[in-house]
């Protein structure tokens, strides 16, 4: 069977940042479950990048001081306006070799940081997404989990055939530091979806039924990044140690383990992409 191999799949994204609209999505069979990109001055090829501007994305020295560069990812008015221009998004989307089908149970992690003048707007805003791909678009559903800021307050929230429901709500002041974000998902459309979630170390969500939608597509990916509605300020956030793996211990920084990916080889981290210049 064909296995992941870094330079198809950054082809795969170029080839479908060229085309201006999304590639067919492809669930290999032995798509590899542990990725890492610590996202400190490359992309690895383990992302898409057709949902975001290339002069969307920077390397930034971390503004707490720590000594390393994290991503930048900056949303202004009007970028990648779709919905009839009802929408703006700046997002990284997992490449689709590595897309996995509804039901895996998976985490996740990375740091996320908001900074102190990061506008706050009562208007939908999607900073972090799990969806099923839903092939032709008819279906249009909603991610099954989505983290969102909105007024000022960070909330978790769930999308099912039933509507949408709020799992966890930080009515704290979010921005000025930098968030540990850990999640155990297993998202499918049955009483054994799975959501648990951990902000800081702190679990705040603990909730197990029906994730996502019977009519979408076998197949789910994790975007991060900036979607709102059309909005005239912009807007970055900052993000940094990407992990994704099948045990806290893989994600999780205090484990000594660092997650692999085919046949023992380390998981794609740290093939360089440009994100210099104008984008689309």
């Not at 969307?56 to 971390?62: E, N, S």
């Not at 590595?98 to 003048?117: E, I, K, R």
């Not at 990916?221 to 993000?239: A, C, E, H, S």
């Amino acid at each position: 069977m064909r296995r992941l191999k870094g330079r198809p799949v950054a082809g795969l994204a170029l080839a479908g940042a060229l085309l201006g609209g999304a590639i067919p999505a492809i669930v290999w069979p032995e798509a590899p479950l542990p990725l890492a990109d610590d996202l400190d001055g490359a992309l690895g090829a383990i992302w898409q990048l057709h949902r975001v501007r290339s002069d969307g994305l920077a390397f930034v020295t971390d503004p707490t001081g720590a000594p390393r560069r994290v991503l930048a990812i900056t949303l202004k008015p009007g970028d990648m306006a779709g919905d009839g221009g009802g929408t703006e998004r700046a997002e990284l989307s997992e490449a689709n070799a590595v897309h996995l089908p509804t039901g895996t149970d998976v985490w996740y992690a990375f740091s996320l940081y908001l900074p102190p003048d990061f506008p706050v707007q009562d208007r939908r805003l999607v900073i972090g997404q799990w969806k099923q791909d839903c092939g032709d678009y008819v279906a249009a559903h909603s991610p099954a989990v989505a983290n969102r800021y909105r007024g000022g307050v960070f909330a978790i929230t769930i999308d099912t055939a039933a509507g949408r429901r709020t799992l966890f709500e930080d009515r704290t002041e979010f921005r000025g530091r930098w968030h540990r974000l850990v999640y155990r998902l297993r998202i499918v459309p049955s009483p054994d979806g799975l959501l648990r979630a951990w902000l800081d170390a702190r679990p705040v969500v603990d909730y197990q039924g029906p994730l996502g939608f019977a009519d979408d597509r076998d197949s789910v990916y994790f975007k991060i990044g900036l979607y709102r509605d059309p909005l005239g300020v912009p807007m970055t956030l900052l993000v940094a140690g990407f992990r994704r793996g099948s045990s806290r211990a893989q994600v999780d920084f205090e484990s000594a383990a660092r997650p692999v990916g085919v046949e023992g080889q380390a998981s794609p981290v740290a093939r360089p992409v440009s994100i210099g210049g104008a984008g689309p």
